[in-house]
T-cell receptor, first 115, second 114 residues
Framework: DQQVKQNSPSLSVQEGRISILNCDYT??????FLWYKKYPAEGPTFLIS?????DKNEDGRFTVFLNKSAKHLSLHIVPSQPGDSAVYFC??????????????FGKGTLLTVNP | ETGVTQSPTHLIKTRGQQVTLRCSSQ?????VSWYQQALGQGPQFIFQ???????GRGNFPPRFSGLQFPNYSSELNVNALELDDSALYLC?????????????FGPGTRLTVL
């Protein structure tokens, strides 16, 4: 049972336009949501996070929106740049057993930004 | 500030063998988590170590075990390797006690089981 879902395996956008990556979750116990970017042959790189008590967090070109009632979050990248081309993972944090901060990941979305 | 490092980069083993993967956490971090990423999938949580003790485990059998050392570095051991263990193994470190407890990942070890 997938608790974090990224339903779009891939997304292609033009340089300068907006990229919107979506993520849905089912577990109401998640308290933090994170986005990671991954290039081939590298580990995931942390991009931005949002607490479950907020609905928006912005960092430069990256903005994450959280709709808790719909159990949906999205990452907006504006403007998109060719260097943003990578696999983007949505991850959700659950505090298990009172102290274990476990992350559950989606399967990822491959973003391609065309020059 | 030194990031998370992992060794080796690549490893080839045969079925039934045992393997040890190593991870050095980011400077100042006290918690290490291990993840398995199969091809086309997102990382899956194996277990987490804090204060040298296992502090939570995902849906992985006991032949997956680990250690954390006083300097917060960590090892992942896998016994009786199976073909399905072929994957990218990722280590992430974090600082317990921060509000966000963000996990920062190393580059991973690519394990191939033949």
């Amino acid at each position: 049972d997938q608790q974090v879902k990224q339903n779009s395996p891939s997304l292609s956008v033009q340089e300068g336009r907006i990229s919107i990556l979506n993520c849905d979750y089912t577990n109401s116990m998640f308290d933090y949501f994170l986005w990671y970017k991954k290039y081939p042959a590298e580990g995931p790189t942390f991009l931005i996070s949002i607490s479950s008590i907020k609905d928006k967090n912005e960092d430069g070109r990256f903005t994450v929106f959280l709709n808790k009632s719909a159990k949906h979050l999205s990452l907006h990248i504006v403007p998109s740049q060719p260097g943003d081309s990578a696999v983007y993972f949505c991850a959700a944090r659950e505090v298990s057993g009172g102290s274990n901060y476990k992350l559950t990941f989606g399967k990822g979305t491959l973003l391609t930004v065309n020059p | 500030e030194t990031g998370v490092t992992q060794s080796p980069t690549h490893l080839i083993k045969t079925r039934g063998q045992q393997v040890t993967l190593r991870c050095s956490s980011q400077s100042g971090h006290n918690t290490v988590s291990w993840y398995q990423q199969a091809l086309g999938q997102g990382p899956q949580f194996i277990f987490q170590y804090y204060r040298e003790e296992e502090n939570g485990r995902g849906n992985f059998p006991p032949r997956f075990s680990g250690l954390q050392f006083p300097n917060y570095s960590s090892e992942l051991n896998v016994n009786a390797l199976e073909l399905d263990d072929s994957a990218l193994y990722l280590c992430a470190s974090s600082l317990r006690g921060q509000v966000s407890d963000t996990q920062y990942f190393g580059p991973g070890t690519r394990l191939t089981v033949l």
